[in-house]
């Protein structure tokens, strides 16, 4: 249970500096950019982006190997959550998070192939390390956007099934509370006098 908090804790945090990259990544292009998106300079615009997407996949790294338990427990949680609960979007963002994660997947597998095939010379650092490090980041950019976009659901998945638990344990607390039989009210002074 405590890892699932620092799971939550850590998609929460990813969700905030995402947003954060996303912002400054938007006052630049709204800075660089013609009316119709074409970029002043190119290599400029080329570099920038290569930092966002370094950025976010940086920021990513910290939910990477909790992220198919986020989701895994995410699944559960909806189909227990009462229909009345969850929001008609939930299993459609889950299915998004799924096949970004399967496609992050894909592409790291596709990064080890590509690191090991580099030249013996091109470590980290290097012209042509960097290179395809960016190109890397640059394939997963989207995916890992689907995350920023979608990653909410999983925390609002699991608030509503802790709200939900609460309401079920409060309910079987005042169910077993015991009953206090009534007790006729006390005659009154007036009442004893008519007697």
Same mark, same amino acid.
């Given at each position: 249970?405590?890892?699932?908090?620092?799971? *939550? #804790? /850590? !998609?929460?945090?990813?969700? @905030?500096?995402?947003?954060?990259?996303? +912002?400054?990544?938007? =006052?630049?292009?709204?800075?660089?950019?013609?009316?119709?998106?074409?970029?002043?300079?190119?290599?400029?615009?080329?570099?920038?982006?290569?930092?966002r997407d370094a950025d976010t996949a940086a920021a990513f790294a910290s939910i990477r190997s909790g992220a198919h338990q986020?989701?895994?427990?995410?699944?559960?949680?909806?189909?227990?959550?009462?229909?009345?609960?969850?929001?008609?979007?939930?299993?459609?963002?889950?299915?998004?998070?799924?096949?970004? *994660? #399967? /496609? !992050?997947?894909?592409?790291? @597998?596709?990064?080890?192939?590509?690191? +090991?095939?580099?030249? =013996?010379?091109?470590?980290?650092?290097?012209?042509?390390?960097?290179?395809?490090?960016?190109?890397?980041?640059?394939?997963?950019?989207?995916?890992?956007?689907?995350?920023?976009?979608?990653?909410?659901?999983?925390?609002?998945?699991?608030?509503?099934?802790?709200?939900?638990?609460?309401?079920?344990?409060?309910?079987?607390?005042?169910?077993?509370?015991?009953?206090?039989?009534?007790?006729?009210?006390?005659?009154?002074?007036?009442?004893?006098?008519?007697?």
């Open positions: 249970m405590n890892h699932r908090r620092t799971s *939550l #804790r /850590r !998609l929460n945090r990813y969700l @905030r500096h995402s947003e954060r990259i996303l +912002a400054s990544w938007d =006052a630049f292009t709204a800075f660089n950019t013609d009316l119709d998106g074409w970029p002043f300079d190119q290599d400029a615009y080329g570099r920038r982006a290569a930092v986020l989701l895994a427990t995410a699944r559960l949680q909806l189909q227990h959550l009462p229909a009345h609960l969850a929001r008609d979007s939930w299993p459609g963002q889950l299915t998004i998070l799924e096949e970004a *994660l #399967r /496609r !992050l997947d894909a592409l790291d @597998r596709q990064w080890q192939q590509t690191r +090991a095939q580099l030249p =013996a010379d091109a470590g980290p650092g290097t012209e042509a390390y960097v290179d395809a490090l960016d190109e890397h980041h640059a394939e997963c950019w989207s995916y890992l956007d689907d995350w920023a976009c979608h990653g909410r659901a999983i925390l609002d998945i699991n608030t509503a099934t802790q709200e939900h638990a609460r309401t079920l344990r409060q309910n079987t607390v005042v169910s077993h509370l015991p009953s206090t039989p009534e007790t006729p009210p006390k005659p009154t002074a007036a009442h004893r006098g008519r007697a």
